[in-house]
């Protein structure tokens, strides 16, 4: 008889332990019934199918100039006095000659004379999170780019405000180069 209740005893046991990793399974599969299943991979490969598409000519060039506008725009709309404008400098390569040279003669000193190194902390932070494509050709992109910007004055509080620059792009040497920043108003 004692032999009799071990051995009931212990299937018992093992029938209980079969329950628990049936369960466990059943519910770490979270219980998605077949059709569940098929649907799921049925809407994985069509996204895999699309992502895998080749991007049209136009579309590549329009992911390539708002990718430059964004980081020229966001570089160059953010400086401070204290870094001397290095920034500005750093950006020279992704400009036109026409261009690199009218922040060199102009836009850099007018900054510097206006914010010097040695007076009150300057700085100013920007942010681009918005850009339209204003008019295109082959060879010019004109793009309009939405910024935040965060203006810090030594002594002040900060200052938030929205601010638009348009940008003037051209392709040379199959490269897309700033060729024009021009600033709006502050909102």
Same mark, same amino acid.
């Given at each position: 008889?004692?032999?009799?209740?071990?051995?009931?005893?212990?299937?018992?046991?093992?029938?209980?332990?079969?329950?628990? *990793?049936?369960?466990?399974?059943?519910?770490?599969?979270?219980? %998605?019934? &077949? !059709?569940?299943?098929?649907?799921? $991979?049925v809407v994985v490969s069509e996204t895999s199918a699309a992502a895998v598409a080749p991007a049209s000519e136009e579309a590549k060039k329009e992911i390539a100039v708002k990718a430059l506008a964004v980081a020229f725009v966001e570089r160059f709309g953010s400086f401070s006095n204290q870094g001397d404008y290095?920034?500005?400098?750093?950006?020279?390569?992704?400009?036109?000659?026409?261009?690199?040279?009218? *922040?060199?003669?102009?836009?850099?000193?007018?900054?510097?004379? %206006?914010? &010097? !190194?040695?007076?009150?902390?300057? $700085?100013?932070?920007?942010?681009?999170?918005?850009?339209?494509?204003?008019?295109?050709?082959?060879?010019?992109?004109?793009?309009?780019?939405?910024?935040?910007?965060?203006?810090?004055?030594?002594?002040?509080?900060?200052?938030?405000?929205?601010?638009?620059?348009?940008?003037?792009?051209?392709?040379?040497?199959?490269?897309?180069?700033?060729?024009?920043?021009?600033?709006?108003?502050?909102?």
């Amino acid at each position: 008889m004692f032999n009799r209740t071990k051995i009931a005893v212990l299937f018992l046991v093992a029938v209980i332990f079969i329950g628990i *990793v049936a369960a466990l399974f059943t519910i770490r599969k979270g219980g %998605e019934k &077949p !059709a569940e299943k098929e649907k799921a $991979a049925v809407v994985v490969s069509e996204t895999s199918a699309a992502a895998v598409a080749p991007a049209s000519e136009e579309a590549k060039k329009e992911i390539a100039v708002k990718a430059l506008a964004v980081a020229f725009v966001e570089r160059f709309g953010s400086f401070s006095n204290q870094g001397d404008y290095l920034n500005l400098q750093e950006l020279l390569n992704v400009m036109t000659p026409t261009m690199a040279n009218w *922040v060199k003669s102009s836009y850099l000193p007018k900054l510097k004379k %206006e914010r &010097p !190194a040695d007076g009150f902390y300057y $700085a100013i932070s920007t942010k681009a999170p918005v850009v339209e494509v204003l008019s295109e050709k082959a060879e010019a992109v004109k793009l309009k780019v939405t910024t935040k910007r965060d203006e810090q004055i030594a002594g002040q509080e900060n200052k938030e405000f929205l601010q638009e620059i348009t940008l003037d792009l051209v392709k040379q040497n199959n490269n897309w180069l700033v060729d024009g920043a021009y600033w709006g108003n502050k909102k």
